[in-house]
T-cell receptor, first 113, second 115 residues
């Protein structure tokens, strides 16, 4: 199947700490793994993505790692700030597969002052 | 900037009513999607469309239909609304396959309550 499991469902960290969200997928053909951030009252927005030929990708304070053998990938946010508070969704897809994505169940991240 | 707009932010309908949710994108995208978002269940794909007049079922199409008469507009139809269709509905669009674009652009969502 194409299921995506995401953990934890809620995560509370102190400002400045790191946050890690993990996802596992079942379809070994998956080769595209994006992360979306949804702020209150808005639609999800892409923050970072990774393709299966890469094991890690960084963009300032956020990074994504991928372990294709174990079929899991993770989002790492360092030096968290209050504006990082949001719901984060992982997803998997196939490049060239009609751009259809299967999303995880979401993680509510709260960064406390 | 890509803009995806949805006709209503909040909607309250009665059981049995026919409900139309409209989505419009301004970037000439081929692919459009309708999702519903429920707590603990994430985003689930209802229907998607690769081109005008084309549609394909997603993971939870039961109780829904769609219409794509023009490239920029994708409508979700609840033929006879039921209380279990109370949810947040999100529309998204993306360039077609083969363009090298993978980011889905989402609208702000429509929160539908069926009483």
């Amino acid at each position: 199947g194409e299921n995506v499991e995401q953990h934890p469902s809620t995560l509370s960290v102190q400002e400045g700490d790191s946050a890690v969200i993990k996802c596992t997928y079942s379809d070994s053909a998956s080769n595209y793994f994006p992360w979306y951030k949804q702020e209150l009252g808005k639609g999800p927005q892409l923050i970072i993505d990774i393709r299966s030929n890469v094991g890690e990708k960084k963009d300032q304070r956020i990074a994504v790692t991928l372990n294709k053998t174990a079929k899991h990938f993770s989002l790492h946010i360092t030096e968290t700030q209050p504006e990082d508070s949001a719901v984060y969704f992982c997803a998997r897809g196939l490049t060239g597969g009609g751009n259809k994505l299967t999303f995880g169940t979401g993680t509510q991240l709260k960064v406390e002052l | 900037d890509v803009k995806v707009t949805q006709s209503s932010r909040y909607l309250v309908k009665r059981t049995g009513e026919k409900v139309f949710l409209e989505c419009v994108q301004d970037m000439d995208h081929e692919n459009m999607f309708w999702y519903r978002q429920d707590p603990g269940l994430g985003l689930r794909l209802i229907y998607f469309s690769y081109d005008v007049k084309m549609k394909e079922k997603g993971d939870i199409p039961e109780g829904y239909s769609v219409s794509r008469e023009k490239k920029e507009r994708f409508s979700l139809i609840l033929e006879s609304a039921s209380t279990n269709q109370t949810s947040m509905y999100l529309c998204a669009s993306i360039s077609g396959s083969g363009t090298g674009a993978y980011e889905q652009y989402f609208g702000p969502g429509t929160r539908l309550t069926v009483t």
